[in-house]
Protein backbone atom coordinates (compact mmCIF):
# COMPACT_ATOMS: atom_id res chain seq x y z
CA UNK A 1 0.00 0.00 0.00
CA UNK A 2 2.94 2.60 1.38
CA UNK A 3 4.98 1.71 -1.77
CA UNK A 4 1.73 2.03 -4.71
CA UNK A 5 1.01 5.65 -2.89
CA UNK A 6 4.97 6.32 -3.46
CA UNK A 7 5.33 5.32 -6.50
CA UNK A 8 2.26 7.36 -7.72
CA UNK A 9 3.65 10.31 -6.33
CA UNK A 10 6.93 9.67 -7.94
CA UNK A 11 4.68 9.02 -11.45
CA UNK A 12 2.87 12.38 -11.02
CA UNK A 13 5.38 13.89 -13.58
CA UNK A 14 4.25 11.55 -15.90
CA UNK A 15 0.84 12.50 -15.92
CA UNK A 16 1.90 15.85 -16.03
CA UNK A 17 3.94 15.34 -19.29
CA UNK A 18 1.39 13.59 -20.83
CA UNK A 19 -1.43 16.06 -19.86
CA UNK A 20 -1.08 18.48 -22.79
CA UNK A 21 -0.73 16.13 -25.30
CA UNK A 22 -3.77 14.12 -24.11
CA UNK A 23 -5.83 17.29 -24.25
CA UNK A 24 -4.94 17.96 -27.56
CA UNK A 25 -5.82 14.60 -28.64
CA UNK A 26 -9.32 14.87 -26.88
CA UNK A 27 -9.95 18.02 -28.66
CA UNK A 28 -8.89 17.40 -32.20
CA UNK A 29 -9.21 13.45 -31.82
CA UNK A 30 -12.39 12.07 -29.99
CA UNK A 31 -14.21 15.11 -29.80
CA UNK A 32 -14.95 14.64 -33.34
CA UNK A 33 -15.75 10.98 -33.33
CA UNK A 34 -18.56 12.39 -31.11
CA UNK A 35 -19.25 14.42 -34.48
CA UNK A 36 -19.45 11.58 -36.20
CA UNK A 37 -23.53 11.57 -35.19
CA UNK A 38 -24.40 13.80 -37.55
CA UNK A 39 -24.29 11.22 -39.86
CA UNK A 40 -27.50 9.76 -38.93
CA UNK A 41 -29.01 13.68 -38.83
CA UNK A 42 -29.81 15.97 -41.18
CA UNK A 43 -26.98 18.26 -39.88
CA UNK A 44 -27.02 22.17 -41.12
CA UNK A 45 -24.13 24.03 -39.65
CA UNK A 46 -26.68 27.06 -39.58
CA UNK A 47 -28.80 25.09 -36.88
CA UNK A 48 -25.60 23.57 -35.46
CA UNK A 49 -25.87 20.94 -33.14
CA UNK A 50 -28.75 22.43 -30.91
CA UNK A 51 -31.36 21.74 -33.40
CA UNK A 52 -30.60 17.86 -33.82
CA UNK A 53 -33.13 16.13 -36.26
CA UNK A 54 -32.62 12.47 -36.43
CA UNK A 55 -32.94 11.03 -39.46
CA UNK A 56 -31.40 7.52 -38.78
CA UNK A 57 -30.37 5.45 -41.87
CA UNK A 58 -31.33 7.86 -44.71
CA UNK A 59 -28.36 9.21 -45.23
CA UNK A 60 -26.62 5.72 -45.87
CA UNK A 61 -29.71 5.22 -48.06
CA UNK A 62 -29.27 8.08 -49.97
CA UNK A 63 -25.61 7.28 -50.73
CA UNK A 64 -26.15 3.90 -51.75
CA UNK A 65 -28.57 4.85 -54.42
CA UNK A 66 -26.34 7.38 -55.52
CA UNK A 67 -25.24 6.68 -59.33
CA UNK A 68 -21.32 5.68 -59.26
CA UNK A 69 -21.59 5.07 -55.94
CA UNK A 70 -20.10 1.26 -56.62
CA UNK A 71 -17.74 2.86 -58.94
CA UNK A 72 -16.12 4.96 -56.78
CA UNK A 73 -15.75 2.20 -54.14
CA UNK A 74 -14.16 0.20 -56.88
CA UNK A 75 -11.88 2.73 -58.07
CA UNK A 76 -10.30 3.12 -54.79
CA UNK A 77 -9.78 -0.66 -54.05
CA UNK A 78 -8.43 -0.99 -57.65
CA UNK A 79 -5.92 2.02 -57.62
CA UNK A 80 -5.11 1.41 -53.85
CA UNK A 81 -4.63 -2.46 -54.83
CA UNK A 82 -2.48 -1.84 -57.45
CA UNK A 83 -0.34 1.34 -55.18
CA UNK A 84 -0.04 -1.82 -52.67
CA UNK A 85 0.97 -4.30 -54.72
CA UNK A 86 4.05 -2.21 -56.92
CA UNK A 87 4.69 -0.64 -53.57
CA UNK A 88 5.69 -3.95 -51.97
CA UNK A 89 7.80 -5.13 -55.38
CA UNK A 90 9.71 -2.38 -56.63
CA UNK A 91 10.95 -1.64 -53.64
CA UNK A 92 12.22 -4.84 -52.72
CA UNK A 93 13.97 -5.29 -56.39
CA UNK A 94 15.79 -1.58 -56.07
CA UNK A 95 16.81 -3.09 -52.42
CA UNK A 96 18.07 -6.11 -53.90
CA UNK A 97 20.29 -4.34 -56.97
CA UNK A 98 21.23 -1.48 -54.22
CA UNK A 99 22.67 -4.22 -51.81
CA UNK A 100 25.16 -5.61 -54.88
CA UNK A 101 26.47 -2.22 -54.93
CA UNK A 102 29.94 -2.17 -53.07
CA UNK A 103 31.31 1.33 -54.15
CA UNK A 104 29.77 3.46 -50.94
CA UNK A 105 29.78 6.62 -52.78
CA UNK A 106 27.82 5.71 -55.76
CA UNK A 107 25.57 3.45 -53.40
CA UNK A 108 24.83 6.84 -51.62
CA UNK A 109 24.48 9.08 -54.06
CA UNK A 110 21.86 7.08 -55.52
CA UNK A 111 19.89 6.19 -52.12
CA UNK A 112 19.76 10.11 -51.81
CA UNK A 113 18.55 10.83 -55.18
CA UNK A 114 15.70 8.13 -55.12
CA UNK A 115 14.85 8.98 -51.54
CA UNK A 116 13.94 12.90 -52.52
CA UNK A 117 10.55 12.80 -54.08
CA UNK A 118 9.23 11.19 -51.04
CA UNK A 119 9.91 14.92 -49.50
CA UNK A 120 7.81 17.13 -52.07
CA UNK A 121 4.58 17.44 -51.96
CA UNK A 122 2.23 16.34 -54.28
CA UNK A 123 0.86 20.00 -54.92
CA UNK A 124 4.77 20.41 -56.17
CA UNK A 125 5.06 17.11 -58.14
CA UNK A 126 1.66 17.50 -59.56
CA UNK A 127 2.65 20.76 -61.01
CA UNK A 128 5.58 18.66 -62.15
CA UNK A 129 3.89 15.84 -63.74
CA UNK A 130 1.22 17.74 -65.36
CA UNK A 131 4.22 19.35 -67.11
CA UNK A 132 6.21 16.71 -68.16
CA UNK A 133 2.74 14.66 -69.54
CA UNK A 134 1.03 18.08 -71.43
CA UNK A 135 -0.24 16.57 -74.54
CA UNK A 136 1.08 19.66 -76.72
CA UNK A 137 4.29 20.61 -74.81
CA UNK A 138 4.90 18.19 -72.29
CA UNK A 139 8.53 16.36 -72.75
CA UNK A 140 7.28 12.76 -72.76
CA UNK A 141 4.83 13.42 -75.52
CA UNK A 142 7.69 14.99 -77.22
CA UNK A 143 9.78 11.93 -76.98
CA UNK A 144 6.61 10.18 -77.84
CA UNK A 145 6.36 12.30 -80.84
CA UNK A 146 9.91 11.65 -82.02
CA UNK A 147 9.38 8.29 -82.38
CA UNK A 148 6.08 8.63 -84.18
CA UNK A 149 3.31 7.98 -82.16
CA UNK A 150 0.27 10.11 -81.45
CA UNK A 151 0.42 12.69 -78.43
CA UNK A 152 -1.71 10.88 -75.83
CA UNK A 153 -3.95 12.64 -73.21
CA UNK A 154 -2.67 11.08 -69.93
CA UNK A 155 -4.54 12.85 -67.67
CA UNK A 156 -7.67 13.29 -69.15
CA UNK A 157 -8.08 9.92 -70.34
CA UNK A 158 -10.36 7.18 -68.25
CA UNK A 159 -7.80 4.72 -69.27
CA UNK A 160 -5.00 6.09 -68.67
CA UNK A 161 -5.59 7.92 -65.36
CA UNK A 162 -5.49 5.39 -62.87
CA UNK A 163 -2.05 3.74 -64.21
CA UNK A 164 -0.97 7.22 -63.95
CA UNK A 165 -1.60 7.74 -60.59
CA UNK A 166 0.28 3.76 -59.69
CA UNK A 167 3.22 5.17 -61.75
CA UNK A 168 3.53 8.65 -60.21
CA UNK A 169 3.07 7.22 -56.80
CA UNK A 170 5.49 4.60 -57.55
CA UNK A 171 8.01 7.41 -58.97
CA UNK A 172 7.23 9.21 -55.42
CA UNK A 173 7.75 6.53 -53.08
CA UNK A 174 9.85 4.02 -54.74
CA UNK A 175 12.97 4.94 -53.03
CA UNK A 176 11.44 5.64 -49.62
CA UNK A 177 10.34 2.05 -49.07
CA UNK A 178 13.94 0.85 -49.90
CA UNK A 179 14.85 2.10 -46.90
CA UNK A 180 13.50 -0.77 -44.50
CA UNK A 181 14.80 -3.10 -46.80
CA UNK A 182 17.82 -2.18 -47.59
CA UNK A 183 18.42 -2.17 -43.71
CA UNK A 184 16.73 -5.76 -43.34
CA UNK A 185 19.46 -7.03 -46.49
CA UNK A 186 22.60 -5.09 -44.52
CA UNK A 187 21.56 -6.93 -41.56
CA UNK A 188 21.88 -10.75 -42.76
CA UNK A 189 24.73 -12.26 -41.23
CA UNK A 190 27.58 -12.53 -43.27
CA UNK A 191 28.70 -15.81 -42.46
CA UNK A 192 26.19 -17.58 -44.38
CA UNK A 193 27.23 -16.58 -48.00
CA UNK A 194 30.33 -17.08 -46.65
CA UNK A 195 29.28 -21.16 -46.29
CA UNK A 196 27.27 -20.94 -48.89
CA UNK A 197 29.73 -20.43 -51.31
CA UNK A 198 32.01 -23.26 -49.48
CA UNK A 199 29.15 -25.32 -50.57
CA UNK A 200 29.47 -24.19 -53.95
CA UNK A 201 26.11 -21.77 -54.27
CA UNK A 202 26.54 -19.25 -56.99
CA UNK A 203 24.60 -15.55 -56.77
CA UNK A 204 21.62 -16.35 -57.60
CA UNK A 205 21.32 -19.60 -55.23
CA UNK A 206 22.44 -17.61 -52.59
CA UNK A 207 19.90 -14.81 -53.71
CA UNK A 208 17.56 -17.25 -53.58
CA UNK A 209 18.62 -19.57 -50.43
CA UNK A 210 20.08 -16.85 -48.12
CA UNK A 211 18.91 -13.11 -49.38
CA UNK A 212 15.41 -13.55 -50.04
CA UNK A 213 14.65 -15.81 -46.37
CA UNK A 214 16.41 -13.13 -44.48
CA UNK A 215 14.10 -10.27 -45.86
CA UNK A 216 10.80 -12.74 -45.72
CA UNK A 217 9.82 -11.29 -41.88
CA UNK A 218 10.09 -7.73 -43.19
CA UNK A 219 8.05 -8.32 -46.62
CA UNK A 220 5.48 -10.47 -44.36
CA UNK A 221 5.19 -7.38 -42.27
CA UNK A 222 5.02 -4.70 -45.02
CA UNK A 223 1.78 -6.60 -46.59
CA UNK A 224 0.16 -7.04 -43.40
CA UNK A 225 0.62 -3.21 -42.57
CA UNK A 226 -0.56 -2.38 -46.24
CA UNK A 227 -3.62 -4.10 -45.51
CA UNK A 228 -5.42 -0.34 -43.73
CA UNK A 229 -4.91 1.31 -46.93
CA UNK A 230 -7.19 -0.68 -49.10
CA UNK A 231 -9.49 2.08 -48.94
CA UNK A 232 -6.86 4.86 -49.68
CA UNK A 233 -6.10 5.67 -52.71
CA UNK A 234 -4.24 8.84 -51.76
CA UNK A 235 -5.93 12.07 -51.71
CA UNK A 236 -3.35 14.42 -52.26
CA UNK A 237 -2.42 13.05 -55.18
CA UNK A 238 -5.85 12.17 -56.81
CA UNK A 239 -7.44 15.69 -55.63
CA UNK A 240 -4.36 17.58 -57.77
CA UNK A 241 -4.02 15.47 -60.72
CA UNK A 242 -7.69 14.82 -61.58
CA UNK A 243 -10.34 16.98 -63.16
CA UNK A 244 -13.81 16.34 -64.06
CA UNK A 245 -13.07 14.11 -67.22
CA UNK A 246 -11.04 11.40 -65.17
CA UNK A 247 -14.35 11.11 -62.36
CA UNK A 248 -15.54 7.53 -64.35
CA UNK A 249 -11.97 6.15 -63.31
CA UNK A 250 -10.24 8.13 -60.77
CA UNK A 251 -13.00 9.49 -57.99
CA UNK A 252 -12.09 8.04 -54.56
CA UNK A 253 -14.03 7.82 -51.83
CA UNK A 254 -11.75 10.51 -50.11
CA UNK A 255 -12.36 13.22 -53.15
CA UNK A 256 -16.14 12.06 -52.91
CA UNK A 257 -16.26 12.90 -49.35
CA UNK A 258 -14.16 16.17 -49.81
CA UNK A 259 -16.84 17.17 -52.81
CA UNK A 260 -19.96 16.05 -51.23
CA UNK A 261 -19.15 17.82 -47.72
CA UNK A 262 -17.18 20.98 -48.40
CA UNK A 263 -17.94 21.72 -51.81
CA UNK A 264 -21.68 20.80 -51.96
CA UNK A 265 -21.88 21.64 -48.02
CA UNK A 266 -23.85 18.14 -47.56
CA UNK A 267 -22.43 17.82 -44.44
CA UNK A 268 -24.51 15.01 -42.92
CA UNK A 269 -24.03 12.91 -46.66
CA UNK A 270 -20.62 13.25 -46.75
CA UNK A 271 -20.04 12.19 -42.98
CA UNK A 272 -21.86 9.51 -43.36
CA UNK A 273 -19.69 8.40 -46.30
CA UNK A 274 -16.65 8.98 -44.14
CA UNK A 275 -18.33 6.85 -41.29
CA UNK A 276 -18.08 4.02 -43.37
CA UNK A 277 -14.49 4.63 -44.63
CA UNK A 278 -13.47 4.68 -41.16
CA UNK A 279 -15.21 1.78 -39.71
CA UNK A 280 -14.23 -0.64 -42.71
CA UNK A 281 -10.91 0.56 -42.89
CA UNK A 282 -10.69 0.41 -38.92
CA UNK A 283 -11.07 -3.49 -39.44
CA UNK A 284 -8.49 -3.35 -42.05
CA UNK A 285 -6.04 -2.03 -39.98
CA UNK A 286 -7.12 -4.29 -37.08
CA UNK A 287 -6.59 -7.30 -39.07
CA UNK A 288 -3.49 -6.31 -40.48
CA UNK A 289 -1.89 -5.61 -36.88
CA UNK A 290 -3.62 -8.72 -35.79
CA UNK A 291 -1.58 -10.87 -38.44
CA UNK A 292 1.32 -8.52 -38.17
CA UNK A 293 1.35 -9.79 -34.35
CA UNK A 294 0.81 -13.43 -35.40
CA UNK A 295 2.95 -13.98 -38.15
CA UNK A 296 5.77 -11.30 -37.69
CA UNK A 297 5.51 -10.80 -33.97
CA UNK A 298 4.68 -6.75 -34.32
CA UNK A 299 4.17 -4.69 -32.02
CA UNK A 300 2.67 -1.19 -32.59
CA UNK A 301 4.38 -0.24 -29.20
CA UNK B 1 33.37 -13.65 -53.69
CA UNK B 2 37.11 -13.36 -54.53
CA UNK B 3 36.99 -13.76 -58.52
CA UNK B 4 33.83 -12.20 -59.87
CA UNK B 5 32.82 -14.93 -62.87
CA UNK B 6 32.27 -12.94 -65.89
CA UNK B 7 28.22 -13.17 -65.54
CA UNK B 8 28.82 -11.49 -62.30
CA UNK B 9 30.57 -8.73 -63.83
CA UNK B 10 28.30 -8.54 -66.64
CA UNK B 11 25.42 -8.86 -63.65
CA UNK B 12 27.23 -5.79 -62.08
CA UNK B 13 27.80 -3.59 -64.56
CA UNK B 14 23.85 -3.64 -65.74
CA UNK B 15 22.90 -3.08 -62.32
CA UNK B 16 24.61 0.21 -61.86
CA UNK B 17 23.15 1.12 -65.57
CA UNK B 18 19.61 0.58 -63.98
CA UNK B 19 20.58 2.36 -61.18
CA UNK B 20 21.70 5.35 -62.65
CA UNK B 21 18.64 5.71 -64.55
CA UNK B 22 16.09 4.61 -61.61
CA UNK B 23 18.04 7.85 -60.01
CA UNK B 24 18.16 9.90 -63.73
CA UNK B 25 14.19 9.16 -63.60
CA UNK B 26 13.92 11.01 -60.27
CA UNK B 27 16.37 13.98 -61.53
CA UNK B 28 15.05 14.44 -64.50
CA UNK B 29 11.04 15.88 -64.04
CA UNK B 30 12.28 18.24 -61.65
CA UNK B 31 15.01 19.48 -63.83
CA UNK B 32 12.99 19.81 -66.56
CA UNK B 33 10.71 22.43 -64.23
CA UNK B 34 14.48 24.25 -63.39
CA UNK B 35 15.20 24.31 -67.13
CA UNK B 36 11.39 25.63 -67.53
CA UNK B 37 12.02 28.47 -64.95
CA UNK B 38 15.21 29.90 -66.43
CA UNK B 39 13.71 29.67 -70.02
CA UNK B 40 12.25 32.87 -71.74
CA UNK B 41 8.26 32.16 -72.22
CA UNK B 42 8.38 32.39 -75.69
CA UNK B 43 10.80 29.26 -75.81
CA UNK B 44 8.31 27.19 -73.40
CA UNK B 45 5.54 27.90 -75.55
CA UNK B 46 7.42 26.69 -79.03
CA UNK B 47 7.95 23.44 -76.23
CA UNK B 48 11.68 23.53 -76.80
CA UNK B 49 12.75 23.48 -73.60
CA UNK B 50 14.01 19.94 -72.09
CA UNK B 51 16.49 19.78 -69.56
CA UNK B 52 18.68 22.75 -70.54
CA UNK B 53 17.60 26.68 -70.04
CA UNK B 54 16.69 28.16 -73.82
CA UNK B 55 17.69 32.26 -74.05
CA UNK B 56 18.51 32.55 -70.06
CA UNK B 57 16.64 34.33 -68.06
CA UNK B 58 15.44 35.51 -64.29
CA UNK B 59 12.22 37.39 -65.29
CA UNK B 60 10.17 35.29 -64.13
CA UNK B 61 11.99 35.12 -60.78
CA UNK B 62 11.89 39.14 -60.81
CA UNK B 63 7.94 38.96 -61.23
CA UNK B 64 7.51 36.28 -58.50
CA UNK B 65 9.59 38.13 -55.93
CA UNK B 66 7.28 41.48 -56.91
CA UNK B 67 4.34 39.34 -56.27
CA UNK B 68 3.02 40.46 -53.01
CA UNK B 69 0.89 37.14 -52.45
CA UNK B 70 3.47 34.79 -52.98
CA UNK B 71 5.96 36.54 -50.22
CA UNK B 72 2.99 36.72 -47.86
CA UNK B 73 2.40 32.96 -48.18
CA UNK B 74 5.81 32.16 -48.12
CA UNK B 75 6.05 34.42 -44.96
CA UNK B 76 3.19 32.83 -43.78
CA UNK B 77 4.73 29.15 -44.37
CA UNK B 78 7.82 30.40 -42.84
CA UNK B 79 6.06 31.09 -39.26
CA UNK B 80 3.76 28.04 -39.55
CA UNK B 81 7.19 25.74 -39.54
CA UNK B 82 8.41 27.39 -36.76
CA UNK B 83 5.43 26.78 -34.91
CA UNK B 84 4.45 23.88 -35.95
CA UNK B 85 8.16 22.31 -35.37
CA UNK B 86 8.50 23.98 -32.18
CA UNK B 87 5.00 22.36 -31.25
CA UNK B 88 5.20 19.04 -32.69
CA UNK B 89 8.85 18.46 -30.82
CA UNK B 90 7.30 19.88 -27.30
CA UNK B 91 4.62 17.87 -27.83
CA UNK B 92 6.32 14.05 -29.11
CA UNK B 93 8.99 14.17 -26.68
CA UNK B 94 6.77 14.94 -24.35
CA UNK B 95 3.90 12.34 -24.88
CA UNK B 96 6.94 9.76 -25.80
CA UNK B 97 8.67 9.77 -22.07
CA UNK B 98 5.56 8.79 -20.29
CA UNK B 99 4.91 6.05 -22.97
CA UNK B 100 8.55 4.87 -22.98
CA UNK B 101 7.96 4.01 -18.91
CA UNK B 102 7.52 -0.34 -18.71
CA UNK B 103 4.05 -0.46 -17.53
CA UNK B 104 5.14 -2.14 -14.37
CA UNK B 105 6.72 1.33 -13.03
CA UNK B 106 4.38 3.39 -14.73
CA UNK B 107 1.11 1.69 -14.51
CA UNK B 108 -1.51 3.76 -16.73
CA UNK B 109 1.40 3.61 -19.72
CA UNK B 110 -0.77 0.71 -21.36
CA UNK B 111 -3.93 2.74 -20.91
CA UNK B 112 -2.08 5.81 -22.13
CA UNK B 113 -0.62 4.26 -24.94
CA UNK B 114 -4.28 3.18 -26.60
CA UNK B 115 -5.70 6.45 -25.96
CA UNK B 116 -3.06 7.43 -28.24
CA UNK B 117 -2.80 4.92 -30.55
CA UNK B 118 -6.53 4.81 -31.48
CA UNK B 119 -6.78 8.13 -33.09
CA UNK B 120 -4.56 6.54 -35.22
CA UNK B 121 -6.93 4.01 -35.79
CA UNK B 122 -9.87 5.42 -36.40
CA UNK B 123 -11.24 9.04 -36.99
CA UNK B 124 -14.09 11.55 -37.13
CA UNK B 125 -13.02 12.18 -40.61
CA UNK B 126 -12.92 15.36 -42.23
CA UNK B 127 -16.54 16.94 -41.60
CA UNK B 128 -16.33 16.53 -38.08
CA UNK B 129 -13.02 17.41 -37.87
CA UNK B 130 -13.57 20.95 -39.52
CA UNK B 131 -16.90 21.32 -37.50
CA UNK B 132 -14.35 21.57 -34.45
CA UNK B 133 -11.60 23.90 -35.60
CA UNK B 134 -14.44 25.61 -36.42
CA UNK B 135 -16.61 26.01 -33.17
CA UNK B 136 -12.99 26.23 -31.62
CA UNK B 137 -12.88 29.60 -33.00
CA UNK B 138 -9.83 28.73 -34.72
CA UNK B 139 -11.17 29.51 -38.60
CA UNK B 140 -8.73 32.29 -40.24
CA UNK B 141 -6.07 31.54 -38.08
CA UNK B 142 -2.55 30.26 -37.69
CA UNK B 143 -3.35 27.85 -34.82
CA UNK B 144 -5.98 25.70 -37.12
CA UNK B 145 -2.98 24.56 -39.27
CA UNK B 146 -0.93 23.77 -35.74
CA UNK B 147 -3.07 22.59 -33.16
CA UNK B 148 -4.90 19.61 -34.80
CA UNK B 149 -1.99 17.65 -35.65
CA UNK B 150 -0.15 19.14 -33.02
CA UNK B 151 0.40 15.59 -31.60
CA UNK B 152 1.88 13.47 -34.47
CA UNK B 153 1.40 10.24 -32.91
CA UNK B 154 3.51 8.22 -35.83
CA UNK B 155 6.48 10.38 -34.38
CA UNK B 156 5.73 9.50 -30.67
CA UNK B 157 5.97 5.84 -31.22
CA UNK B 158 9.40 6.49 -33.53
CA UNK B 159 10.42 8.51 -30.05
CA UNK B 160 9.41 6.03 -27.64
CA UNK B 161 10.54 3.26 -29.18
CA UNK B 162 13.92 4.81 -29.42
CA UNK B 163 13.31 6.05 -25.48
CA UNK B 164 12.77 2.48 -25.35
CA UNK B 165 16.50 0.77 -26.53
CA UNK B 166 18.20 3.53 -24.31
CA UNK B 167 20.07 1.42 -21.25
CA UNK B 168 18.00 1.21 -17.78
CA UNK B 169 21.17 1.89 -16.35
CA UNK B 170 21.49 5.33 -17.34
CA UNK B 171 17.53 6.71 -15.60
CA UNK B 172 18.41 4.71 -12.54
CA UNK B 173 21.90 6.33 -12.18
CA UNK B 174 19.95 9.64 -12.95
CA UNK B 175 17.13 8.66 -10.30
CA UNK B 176 20.36 7.97 -7.45
CA UNK B 177 22.27 10.86 -8.33
CA UNK B 178 18.36 12.98 -7.15
CA UNK B 179 17.42 13.88 -10.52
CA UNK B 180 13.60 13.66 -11.21
CA UNK B 181 11.74 12.65 -14.17
CA UNK B 182 12.06 15.91 -16.02
CA UNK B 183 15.75 16.17 -14.80
CA UNK B 184 16.08 12.70 -16.39
CA UNK B 185 14.35 13.87 -19.56
CA UNK B 186 16.39 16.93 -20.20
CA UNK B 187 19.58 16.54 -19.16
CA UNK B 188 20.19 12.72 -19.91
CA UNK B 189 17.61 11.20 -22.45
CA UNK B 190 17.50 14.50 -24.92
CA UNK B 191 21.02 15.01 -25.65
CA UNK B 192 21.97 11.01 -26.54
CA UNK B 193 18.73 11.25 -28.72
CA UNK B 194 19.85 13.79 -30.89
CA UNK B 195 19.53 11.18 -34.40
CA UNK B 196 15.71 10.58 -33.15
CA UNK B 197 15.01 14.14 -32.59
CA UNK B 198 16.50 15.28 -36.17
CA UNK B 199 14.42 12.90 -37.71
CA UNK B 200 11.20 13.64 -36.57
CA UNK B 201 12.36 17.36 -37.14
CA UNK B 202 12.94 17.04 -40.43
CA UNK B 203 9.14 15.07 -40.87
CA UNK B 204 7.81 17.80 -39.01
CA UNK B 205 9.38 20.40 -40.93
CA UNK B 206 8.62 18.95 -44.25
CA UNK B 207 5.32 17.88 -43.22
CA UNK B 208 4.19 21.11 -42.22
CA UNK B 209 6.03 23.10 -45.21
CA UNK B 210 3.92 20.78 -47.62
CA UNK B 211 0.49 21.12 -45.91
CA UNK B 212 -1.66 22.66 -48.14
CA UNK B 213 -5.08 21.03 -47.76
CA UNK B 214 -5.67 22.38 -44.20
CA UNK B 215 -4.72 26.00 -45.29
CA UNK B 216 -7.18 25.59 -48.16
CA UNK B 217 -10.41 25.07 -45.63
CA UNK B 218 -9.52 26.89 -42.12
CA UNK B 219 -8.37 30.53 -44.12
CA UNK B 220 -11.75 32.08 -45.52
CA UNK B 221 -9.50 33.95 -47.64
CA UNK B 222 -6.76 33.53 -49.65
CA UNK B 223 -4.69 36.64 -48.20
CA UNK B 224 -4.43 33.67 -45.15
CA UNK B 225 -3.03 30.73 -47.77
CA UNK B 226 0.44 29.19 -46.85
CA UNK B 227 2.73 28.39 -49.40
CA UNK B 228 1.74 24.89 -50.52
CA UNK B 229 -2.47 26.31 -50.60
CA UNK B 230 -1.17 29.21 -52.81
CA UNK B 231 0.15 27.22 -55.27
CA UNK B 232 -2.20 24.31 -55.03
CA UNK B 233 -4.95 27.21 -56.21
CA UNK B 234 -2.62 28.59 -58.89
CA UNK B 235 -2.08 25.04 -60.34
CA UNK B 236 -5.08 23.35 -60.15
CA UNK B 237 -6.69 25.81 -62.56
CA UNK B 238 -3.25 25.15 -64.71
CA UNK B 239 -4.60 21.47 -64.49
CA UNK B 240 -7.77 22.40 -65.82
CA UNK B 241 -6.21 24.31 -68.89
CA UNK B 242 -3.60 21.20 -69.76
CA UNK B 243 -6.45 18.71 -70.01
CA UNK B 244 -7.42 20.38 -72.85
CA UNK B 245 -10.89 20.74 -71.81
CA UNK B 246 -11.59 24.34 -71.37
CA UNK B 247 -15.08 25.91 -71.22
CA UNK B 248 -15.76 29.82 -71.27
CA UNK B 249 -15.23 29.47 -67.26
CA UNK B 250 -11.80 28.31 -68.19
CA UNK B 251 -10.75 30.58 -70.59
CA UNK B 252 -11.38 33.57 -67.99
CA UNK B 253 -9.12 31.85 -66.17
CA UNK B 254 -6.60 31.21 -68.41
CA UNK B 255 -6.18 35.04 -68.89
CA UNK B 256 -5.87 35.51 -65.00
CA UNK B 257 -3.15 32.28 -64.93
CA UNK B 258 0.37 33.33 -65.07
CA UNK B 259 2.56 31.08 -68.01
CA UNK B 260 4.59 27.80 -67.24
CA UNK B 261 7.48 29.80 -66.56
CA UNK B 262 5.95 31.59 -63.64
CA UNK B 263 4.69 28.45 -62.17
CA UNK B 264 7.84 26.48 -62.79
CA UNK B 265 9.72 29.18 -60.72
CA UNK B 266 7.54 29.07 -58.07
CA UNK B 267 7.51 25.25 -57.55
CA UNK B 268 11.20 25.36 -57.56
CA UNK B 269 11.25 27.93 -54.76
CA UNK B 270 8.53 26.37 -52.87
CA UNK B 271 11.30 23.26 -53.14
CA UNK B 272 14.64 25.07 -51.98
CA UNK B 273 13.67 25.07 -48.57
CA UNK B 274 13.08 21.31 -48.68
CA UNK B 275 16.31 20.80 -50.66
CA UNK B 276 17.92 23.21 -48.03
CA UNK B 277 17.53 20.97 -45.30
CA UNK B 278 16.99 17.14 -46.32
CA UNK B 279 20.85 16.42 -47.23
CA UNK B 280 22.10 17.56 -43.51
CA UNK B 281 19.34 15.80 -41.96
CA UNK B 282 18.94 12.66 -44.09
CA UNK B 283 21.88 10.51 -42.32
CA UNK B 284 19.87 10.81 -39.59
CA UNK B 285 16.79 9.84 -40.90
CA UNK B 286 17.81 6.68 -42.79
CA UNK B 287 19.27 5.76 -38.92
CA UNK B 288 16.49 6.73 -36.99
CA UNK B 289 13.66 5.43 -39.25
CA UNK B 290 14.92 1.79 -38.95
CA UNK B 291 15.31 1.71 -35.52
CA UNK B 292 11.70 3.20 -34.78
CA UNK B 293 10.18 0.67 -37.42
CA UNK B 294 12.09 -2.42 -37.59
CA UNK B 295 12.01 -4.12 -34.68
CA UNK B 296 12.72 -7.66 -33.37
Known sequence: MRSNYRQFIRNVPLHLMILPGLIIIIVFGYIPMAGLSIAFQNFSPIAGFKNMNWVGLDNFRYLFDLPGFGQVVWNTVFISAMKIVSGLVIPVLVALLLNEVRKTGFKRTIQTVIYMPHFFSWVILAGIIVDVLSPSTGIVNMLLKAIGVEPVQFLASNEWFPYILVITDQWKEFGFGTIIYLAALTNIDKSLYEASVMDGAGRWKQTWHITLPGIRPIVILMVTLSLGNVLNGGFDQVFNLYNPLVYESGDILDTMIYRIGLQDAQYSVSTALGLIKSVVSFIFIGLGYFLAYRLANYRIF | ?296
Open chain 2, 1 to 296: MHHASRAYRWFLGINYVILTLLALLCLFPIVNILAISFSSSDAVKAGSVTFWPVDFTFSSYKYILENQQFLNSFGTSLLRVVLGVATNLIFTILVAYPLSKEAAKFRSRTFYAWVFVFTMLFSGGLIPGYLIVKEAGLLDSIWALILPGAVPIFNVLLMLNFFRGLPKELEEAAWMDGAGHFRTLWSIYLPISLPSIATITLFAMVGHWNAWFDGMIYMKSPEGYPLATYLQSMLQQVTMIQSEMMTLEDATLLSQVSDRTTQASQIFLSVIPILLVYPFLQRYFVHGLVVGSVKG
